[in-house]
């Protein structure tokens, strides 16, 4: 049995968004790369706060839309969640210490990605949100064995009760 690269949720309420992300947690303990994408109000910085709070993250998880960074440690893991909509140039990025940020155990957690051209690495899986109404649509895209891996898990653990198709 071949694992599916995407996942796709429709309709979807707030909860079970954040069931999805809660779900998604658990695997990332190994750190990666994960681009949240949508448009101004699709649930990127909601999926990111669920996330953070299923991984153990226990301080006030702040929107980076001003700082552009807010960083978390849980374990020996570093996470770096970066809000990319106020950058107008890839350039930009270079002061914010990319390198620094993915040097040991991390996971980056990127909204507006696209604003970064190609300065940041590779995803190992893509989350786009967009409107359904009042609810939300959430399609998962694996960028990489790891994020094939993170899908299978997420799979896994939540079956298909969240109206969930490959």
Same mark, same amino acid.
């Given at each position: 049995?071949? =694992?599916?690269?995407?996942?796709?949720?429709?309709?979807?309420?707030?909860?079970?968004?954040?069931? =999805?992300?809660?779900?998604?947690?658990?695997?990332?303990?190994?750190?990666?790369?994960?681009?949240?994408?949508?448009?101004? $109000?699709?649930?990127?910085?909601?999926?990111?706060?669920?996330?953070?709070?299923?991984?153990? =993250? $226990?301080?006030?998880?702040?929107?980076?839309?001003?700082?552009?960074?807010?960083?978390?440690?849980?374990?020996?893991?570093?996470? @770096?969640?970066?809000?990319?909509?106020?950058?107008?140039?890839?350039?930009?990025?270079?002061?914010?210490?990319?390198?620094?940020?993915?040097?040991?155990? @991390?996971?980056?957690? =990127?909204?507006?990605?696209?604003?970064?051209?190609?300065?940041?690495?590779?995803?190992?899986?893509?989350?786009?949100?967009? @409107?359904?109404?009042?609810?939300?649509?959430?399609?998962?895209?694996? $960028?990489?064995?790891?994020?094939?891996?993170?899908?299978?898990?997420?799979?896994?653990?939540?079956?298909?009760?969240?109206?969930?198709?490959?």
């Amino acid at each position: 049995m071949t =694992v599916p690269d995407t996942l796709a949720f429709r309709a979807i309420d707030e909860a079970a968004l954040n069931k =999805v992300a809660a779900g998604l947690a658990a695997g990332l303990r190994d750190g990666g790369v994960l681009h949240l994408r949508g448009e101004l $109000g699709a649930g990127k910085t909601t999926f990111a706060r669920a996330l953070l709070g299923a991984m153990g =993250v $226990g301080a006030r998880i702040k929107s980076p839309t001003y700082s552009l960074i807010e960083s978390y440690v849980t374990g020996d893991l570093a996470v @770096h969640h970066l809000d990319l909509y106020r950058i107008a140039d890839p350039g930009e990025l270079e002061w914010l210490g990319l390198a620094d940020l993915t040097a040991g155990l @991390h996971l980056l957690l =990127v909204e507006w990605p696209e604003r970064a051209a190609r300065a940041l690495p590779s995803p190992d899986l893509v989350v786009s949100l967009a @409107h359904a109404g009042g609810k939300r649509d959430a399609v998962l895209a694996a $960028g990489s064995p790891r994020g094939v891996d993170w899908l299978r898990r997420l799979r896994k653990g939540i079956g298909s009760g969240e109206n969930a198709s490959a």
